[in-house]
T-cell receptor, first 115, second 112 residues
Framework: GPKVLQIPSHQIIDMGQMVTLNCDPVSNHLYFYWYKQILGQQMEFLVNFYNGKVMEKSKLFKDQFSVERPDGSYFTLKIQPTALEDSAVYFC?????????????FGEGSKLTVL | GDSVTQKQGQVTLSEDDFLFINCTYSTTTYPTLFWYVQYPGQGPQLLLKVTTANNKGISRGFEATYDKGTTSFHLQKASVQESDSAVYFCALVDLAGYKLTFGTGTSLLVDP
């Protein structure tokens, strides 16, 4: 089936450093998302993105977070500076428009460890 | 805002047992309801989807009925297998937006 690729699969950084998580969404999908998962349970919505703009973001999407998809390449989540509470697995997802509304295709996640 | 409640954090069964995972939702609109399944080391993947109230979704032996009266979307399977061990998420998306709201997840462990 359609694949969403995430790079890196695991990143360890020191608190205060910057990190960029990369996502290669399913080709021809138009909507992109980031979710945060802690302890293998709750999937927390961070942000969604369409047509080059953030459509909606949650309270978890702090000022230190930013997303972009320059020139149709990777959809990225940048955290600058990082904090200890940012340690989690971050999942990227994409979805088609129209009747695919709500059916998200997820990557395998990027595990971020902030020391 | 939208919310989804899964009261069971963990369920342990033996093979061929009946599975029932509770899910209730709250929204002001007419949602589309989903069950996603997440296997270890993977992202969630769609298990089944129901767009219309009182309809049932069926996939891979799992089924769930969209009950607008009780605002529930419980997941059932007649006979579980060890390979069904995973985390199951109930979720909804409303008509107005494109945000998928997840429940807290139910971890299913099936002993062989």
């Amino acid at each position: 089936g359609p694949k969403v690729l995430q790079i890196p699969s695991h990143q360890i950084i020191d608190m205060g450093q910057m990190v960029t998580l990369n996502c290669d969404p399913v080709s021809n999908h138009l909507y992109f998302y980031w979710y945060k998962q802690i302890l293998g349970q709750q999937m927390e919505f961070l942000v969604n993105f369409y047509n080059g703009k953030v459509m909606e973001k949650s309270k978890l999407f702090k000022d230190q977070f930013s997303v972009e998809r320059p020139d149709g390449s990777y959809f990225t989540l940048k955290i600058q500076p990082t904090a200890l509470e940012d340690s989690a697995v971050y999942f990227c997802a994409s979805s088609p428009s129209g009747t695919g509304h709500g059916q998200l295709y997820f990557g395998e996640g990027s595990k971020l460890t902030v020391l | 805002g939208d919310s989804v409640t899964q009261k069971q954090g963990q369920v342990t069964l033996s093979e061929d047992d009946f599975l029932f995972i509770n899910c209730t939702y709250s929204t002001t609109t007419y949602p589309t309801l989903f069950w996603y399944v997440q296997y270890p080391g993977q992202g969630p993947q769609l298990l089944l989807k129901v767009t219309t109230a009182n309809n049932k979704g069926i996939s891979r032996g799992f089924e769930a009925t969209y009950d607008k009266g009780t605002t529930s979307f419980h997941l059932q399977k007649a006979s579980v297998q060890e390979s069904d061990s995973a985390v199951y998420f109930c979720a909804l998306v409303d008509l107005a937006g494109y945000k998928l709201t997840f429940g807290t997840g139910t971890s299913l462990l099936v002993d062989p």
